[in-house]
């Protein structure tokens, strides 16, 4: 472990940075493939802060004869007392500090200097040992990925054959049914994007989920802005599966030069009898490399078509990092009281359902 080096901490917002800034945090993604997560990239922080006004970045800095030299960028949300969440809080699937190689840093000093008593992370990027060393750890779990090595035979080849055969089946059913499958890498059409946005509102709510991001103004403008960039760092991506002239799924991921970033996916229930969200994903896989695609992260959760679409895992980390404050002691307390009311919900179903239909009707209303 080497030596923790004497920096300068300077927090702005995200359109404070400057080309200079954008250059360096573009090299450093581009040096470690564990931080060329779209989520990870100035774009992505510059969109959110378009719409939160409590998005900041900390740039790191250490003194050089030629003026300070930026080591490290740190995007993060400033919410009350004092408590710090990754920016893009709730729709962030990869966070933590995009740093040079080797740079060794006090997770304390950074969040003095961020005036945050607390920062709470739920998608922590492997290698921020700081943070884990300095923190709590709550819960670890991974993010299924696909490795994209070239040799499409040999992963197909490597796929459950039992799933394989029956995607296959599903592809060949929807040609009989409504013409040739084809697939369209990327199609930046904001009436596509209002039916993927249509698609998944309906498939959240059959669920039972009540809050749904795609139902805000504020976050389809990050979406829109998003597919609308054409950075190498960091740009929406929306995929179409065509079967005959009939849009049948629709997938809205993150890429930078590397990495693409699933992140909603949606398709027509009318066909769900043909899984055309399954089809979607194989056809992406097979064509990801020709568009420079490295890897394909698959989010973090254990549904069955993850496992049997990945090649790898990248581990995930939840937990926080907090100062020794009178802030950030009134934080644990209200946390852990939280989370004790949530363990009684979980162990008594009829409460929970009881609490999701008084929410419900709350929202109702409002």
């Known amino acids: 472990m080497t030596e923790v080096i004497a920096m300068d901490i300077t927090v702005l917002r995200p359109d404070e940075l ?14 470690d493939l564990t931080l060329s997560s779209p989520f990870l990239s100035p774009e992505f922080a510059r969109a959110v802060g378009h719409q939160r006004p409590n998005a900041r970045v900390a740039r790191l800095t250490v003194p050089t004869p030629a ?6 960028f740190f995007p993060f949300e400033r919410h009350a007392l004092g408590t710090g969440k990754p920016i893009g809080s709730g729709f962030c699937d990869c966070q933590g500090l995009v740093h040079e190689p080797g740079l060794d840093w006090d997770p304390m000093e950074l969040l003095r200097a961020c005036d945050l008593a607390i920062w709470e992370y739920d998608h922590l990027a492997a290698g921020q040992t700081a ?8 819960a670890r779990a991974t993010s299924p990925i696909i490795e994209v090595n070239g040799d499409l035979d040999a992963y197909l080849g490597q796929r459950r054959r039992a799933f394989l055969k029956e995607v296959r089946q599903k592809e060949r059913r929807l ?27 309906a498939q959240l709510e059959a669920k039972g989920l009540r809050r749904n991001l795609l139902s805000q103004d504020w976050f389809r403008a990050i979406l829109r802005e998003l597919l609308d960039l054409s950075s190498e760092s960091c740009s929406g991506v929306l995929a179409v599966l065509y079967a005959g002239e009939e849009v049948v799924a629709l997938r809205y991921a993150l890429r930078s030069r590397q990495v693409l970033a699933d992140w ?9 009898r043909c899984s055309p969200g399954l089809v979607l994903y194989l056809k992406v896989t097979e064509v ?4 420079g ?12 078509f993850k496992q049997d679409l990945k090649t790898a895992e990248l ?10 404050t009178p802030r950030a002691a009134l934080w644990r307390a209200r946390t852990a009281s939280g989370r004790g009311a949530r363990a009684a919900l979980h162990a008594h179903p009829k409460v929970r359902r009881a609490a999701v239909k008084a929410a419900g009707a709350v929202d109702r209303l409002r």
Do not use: S
Request: glycine share 8%; net charge positive.
């Open 18 to 31: 400057t080309t200079a800034d954008l250059r360096a945090w573009h090299i450093m993604q581009q040096g």
């Open 67 to 72: 003026g300070p030299h930026a080591v490290g």
């Open 131 to 138: 943070f884990e060393n300095a923190g709590t750890q709550r």
């Open 175 to 201: 040609t009989r049914e409504l013409g040739p499958v084809r697939l369209e890498f990327h199609t930046p059409d904001p009436t596509l994007l209002q039916t993927l946005i249509r698609w998944k509102a």
């Open 264 to 272: 909603f996916p949606a398709y027509d229930t009318r066909y769900a």
């Open 288 to 291: 990801a490399e020709k568009h």
């Open 293 to 304: 695609i490295a890897r394909i992260d698959l989010g973090k959760g254990t549904e069955p």
């Open 315 to 324: 581990p995930l980390t939840e937990g926080y990092v907090a100062r020794h």
